[in-house]
Structure formats: C-alpha cells, structure tokens
C-alpha cells in the first residue's frame, strides 16, 4: 500500500531507498533521480516474526541512517521507499511498516512528496529484473523460501509457500539444515558415546575396552534410521565442538539460530553425490519447491487459455542464496520442473533468470518509476 503523508516539505526531495530485508539481514541502497548509486549499507533482519517489529524497526531505521551519513544526506531529501522484505503475510504488515517509516523519515507532521511501499521481499526481486514492467514468478530459496507471481502490480501476488518454519518450509535451506542435524544425531544415538559424558576418565576406558570388544556392524541400522556419518562428520567439523553433547548450544544458543541451521544445508549440497540421506533431503527440496512453482504457474498461465502463440516467455526469477549461489539445486529445480510438465507446451516458454541487479537497487528504482509517474 502506498502511504503518503499530510504535509508538504519545504524543500524537493529527489532521493530513493530501496530495501532488501532478509530473515538473516537486510541490504539497503540510496540512488539520485539519476539513478546514481550514492550509497550502500547492511543491518540486521528486518523480519518481525523473527525478532519482533521494534527489534526490526531498529535495524532499518541503523540502516537508513547509515545510508544517509555516508552520502552526507537528510532524511528531507528522500522522496521514496521500497522495502521489500520477509514477514509481510498481511495487509496490517505493510500498514504497520509504512506508518513507523514514515514517522521515522518525516516525523509526526509528515510531508506529502513522500512515497513509501511495503512488500514481500519477492517484489525486490521482481523489480531487479524489471522494475517497470514488474512481471515474472519468483522462486526465493534462502533461509526460509517462496514462490510469488506478478503481472504488473505488486500488491496482487499469487503465492505459494514462504509461511515460515511451524508450516514445513520444506523447501527452504533452514528445512534443509533441519534435516542434516537430524541425520547428524540419529548416527550418534546409534554410535556414539553420550553415555560416558558424566563418567570419570577410568570408567570411560573401561567402557571403551567393552565397546571394542562387543563392537558389533551398525551400518545397517544407520541406514534404517536415516543417520550419516558423512554429514555427521562434516557437521562436527564445522560447528568445531569436540562433543556432539555441544550440539544443543550451539544450535539453540546461536545469536541468529535461523541461520546458523540454515547455513548446514550447505553440508547436504557438498554431500549430494556421496552421501544417499544428504540427496534425499536436497531432493525432497526440490520437489517442494517444484510444487509451489507449478501451483503458481497454473494459476497464472492456466494450459486451457495459455496464449501458445505469445512471444513473452514465462519468467521465473531466482533469488535467496540457495537460487543464486548453487548450481547443482538450481539444475535440480530446472530438470524436475521440466520432466514435471512433460509434454506441456507452456514449458518452451519458461526461461529461469538470475537478477543482475541487487534487489535493493531494484527497489530503489521500482519507487524512483512508480514516484515519477504518479506526479
């Protein structure tokens, strides 16, 4: 929604910000009317439901001001705003955003050549592609994921997925990450030594003696349980503790827990050709997201009135990190979609792009068009 305050400023502002909020961090741009990168600045996530709306608040508001000191601006000169970020289910979202940042911008008088919108950050990723004509399905695997279509207006969306982690983000690198502590703690219950923890160090080398004499094969009933020593491994490694037991503090105590779970699915990629579990949670990833894109894709270019003889392809714009940095997931997803539509003519027509532009900048730049041209 647009929200445009009730008094006039004395000066004509002419500068722009755009918004990348993630549920990990936030990326933010300030561009002149043209178009001149001015400056550019990172915060902490801007995602409510995850750290609650003034802890949100906070880190755009860091944000904007570091933008500002670095160009040696003032919040009077900024004349819009897109923010496009995770947490945005509701109308109330936006409402709820776009009154803090105009309080924070203009103050409680406001001034009406201020122009701030809200979105799901799907939008950002929409307007770095083609921020005028704003059309195409996004598909965000980051932290958490989403598929979102547009076809010009950014306030109607046709969505699938991204409702956050208590609804089985199952395509998402947290759901993934997820998966690879699991199978990390499934081969140490079957394995491991937790029952030694409070023992003193002469009844654990008696216990050890025992175990290596009764040591007995166990691969067949990792393999039923869906544990990995390869991902068990791999996870050790690199949350460096020297105990499993040390597992529960760094997951849970983490500063951004989201995250620090998100970041292991990193391990399930690097396993993917050697480890059976570790492809079969990339792969049931995939095929969540698979579904979402074909939910959204029906809905928006149904096959029964599918223009076959249009010359615009069927834009699927990849964001999140998962999209953007791995080349073996975003092959996955493009192999799967395409044996899933078979013979289906509407699949000539899918292209997958990757933004050249930042989803902050192009934000920046949907709110520089959109002010313009509703002068």
């Known amino acids: 929604k647009t929200v445009q305050s009730p008094n006039m400023a004395t000066s004509k502002p002419n500068l722009y910000i755009g918004i990348d909020g993630g549920a990990s961090s936030s990326k933010l741009v300030l561009i002149d009317n043209t178009e001149k990168k001015l400056s550019e600045f990172s915060s902490g996530s801007c995602n409510k439901n995850n750290i609650g709306f003034d802890s949100?608040?906070?880190n755009v508001s860091d944000g904007i001001e570091?933008?500002?000191?670095?160009?040696?601006?003032?919040?009077?000169?900024?004349?819009?705003?897109?923010?496009?970020?995770?947490?945005?289910?509701?109308?109330?979202?936006?409402?709820?955003?776009?009154?803090?940042l105009a309080k924070y911008?203009?103050?409680?008088?406001?001034?009406?050549?201020?122009?701030?919108?809200?979105?799901?950050?799907?939008?950002?990723?929409?307007?770095?592609?083609?921020?005028?004509?704003?059309?195409?399905?996004?598909?965000?695997?980051?932290?958490?994921?989403?598929?979102?279509?547009?076809?010009?207006?950014?306030n109607v969306e046709y969505r699938a997925g991204g409702w956050g982690p208590l609804f089985g983000d199952d395509a998402s690198s947290y759901f993934m990450g997820e998966k690879v502590l699991r199978a990390a703690a499934l081969y140490y219950d079957i394995t491991g030594d937790a029952h030694?923890?409070?023992?003193?160090?002469?009844?654990?080398?008696?216990?050890?003696?025992?175990?290596?004499?009764?040591?007995?094969?166990?691969?067949?009933?990792i393999e039923e349980y869906g544990g990995s020593k390869i991902l068990y491994t791999k996870l050790m490694?690199?949350?460096k503790v020297k105990q499993f037991a040390e597992m529960v503090d760094w997951a849970y105590n983490?500063?951004?827990?989201?995250?620090?779970?998100?970041?292991?699915?990193?391990?399930?990629?690097?396993?993917?050709?050697?480890?059976?579990?570790?492809?079969?949670?990339?792969?049931?990833a995939v095929m969540a997201l698979i579904k979402r894109l074909l939910l959204v894709i029906n809905r928006m270019y149904p096959?029964?009135?599918?223009?076959?003889?249009?010359t615009d392809s069927?834009?699927?714009i990849c964001g999140g990190s998962v999209m953007l940095k791995s080349e073996l997931f975003l092959d996955l997803v493009r192999t799967q979609l395409m044996w899933k539509l078979g013979g289906d003519g509407r699949q000539t027509y899918i292209k997958f792009v990757k933004p050249t532009r930042d989803p902050q900048l192009g934000g920046a730049l949907y709110i520089k068009n959109k002010y313009e041209t509703s002068k």
């Open 56 to 58: 949100a608040l906070k």
């Open 66 to 100: 570091g933008l500002l000191t670095l160009a040696k601006k003032k919040k009077s000169d900024i004349a819009g705003l897109c923010m496009t970020t995770a947490g945005i289910s509701m109308n109330a979202d936006k409402i709820q955003w776009n009154t803090a």
């Open 105 to 154: 911008i203009a103050g409680d008088k406001g001034r009406d050549n201020l122009l701030i919108e809200v979105h799901n950050d799907s939008v950002g990723d929409v307007a770095s592609v083609c921020p005028k004509k704003m059309s195409g399905i996004v598909a965000i695997v980051g932290t958490g994921f989403i598929v979102c279509g547009y076809k010009g207006e950014p």
């Open 196 to 221: 030694t923890r409070f023992m003193s160090d002469i009844d654990k080398k008696e216990d050890d003696d025992t175990q290596q004499k009764d040591k007995i094969d166990k691969s067949k009933l």
């Open 237 to 239: 490694d690199t949350s």
């Open 254 to 284: 983490a500063k951004d827990k989201y995250k620090q779970v998100a970041e292991c699915a990193l391990l399930a990629f690097d396993s993917y050709n050697e480890c059976k579990v570790a492809k079969q949670i990339v792969d049931n």
């Open 303 to 310: 096959s029964d009135k599918f223009d076959y003889n249009s």
């Open 314 to 316: 069927i834009n699927i």
